[in-house]
C-alpha cells in the first residue's frame, strides 16, 4: 500500500513509523476532502456571481421599463392637452371665418352696410354646425362679392 508520496508502511521501521504513516495518510485525505470542498465553494461562488449579475441586469431592466412608461404616460397626457387646445383653436377659427364670411356677405350685398351676425352668434353660442362648412361660406361670399 502506498500513500502517493514514496512512503509505505513497510519502508519505514518501528511502531512509531506506523502512526507517523497513518497521521500523513489522514493529513492527505482530509487535504484531498479540503480541495474538493474549495472546488465545490469556488462552483457556488461563481453561480451567486451570475445570479447576482442577472438580477442588476433585471433590476436595470425593471427601472428602465417603469422609466418608459411613465414617458409614455407623460406623452399621452401632452398629446390629450394638445388635442383639447387643438380643437378650441379649429372652433374659434370657425367662427373667425363665420364672422369674416358675414362681413363679406354684408358688403357685397348693400351700400348700407348692415351684417348679418345670426349665425356667428349662433355658433358662438351653441357651436351648431351650419349647412355649409366655414370655409365654404367664406368662399362663397367672396366669389358673391366679385
Known amino acids: 500500500m502506498s500513500t502517493g508520496d514514496g512512503v509505505t508502511p513497510e519502508t519505514v521501521d518501528g511502531g ?3 502512526v507517523d504513516y497513518q ?6 485525505q482530509r487535504t484531498r476532502d479540503l480541495e474538493k470542498e474549495i472546488e465545490r465553494l469556488e462552483d457556488e461562488l ?12 433585471e433590476r436595470r431592466i425593471k427601472g428602465n421599463e417603469a422609466n418608459l412608461t411613465e414617458f409614455s404616460n407623460s406623452l399621452t397626457g401632452f398629446a390629450e392637452r394638445t388635442f383639447t387646445k387643438l380643437n378650441a383653436i379649429e372652433s374659434r377659427l370657425d367662427a373667425q371665418t363665420l ?7 354684408g358688403l357685397s350685398e348693400a351700400d348700407d352696410i348692415d351684417l ?3 349665425e ?16 365654404k361660406r367664406l ?4 366669389e358673391n362679392a366679385k
Do not use: C, K, W
Open 16 to 18: 512509531e513509523s506506523t
Open 23 to 28: 497521521i500523513e495518510e489522514l493529513i492527505n
Open 46 to 57: 461563481e453561480e451567486l456571481d451570475n445570479f447576482a449579475r442577472i438580477s442588476l441586469g
Open 99 to 105: 364672422l369674416l364670411a358675414a362681413v363679406v356677405e
Open 116 to 118: 348679418d351676425l345670426t
Open 120 to 135: 356667428v352668434e349662433a355658433y358662438n353660442e351653441e357651436q351648431l354646425v351650419v349647412s355649409a362648412s366655414p370655409e
Open 139 to 142: 368662399q362663397d361670399a367672396i
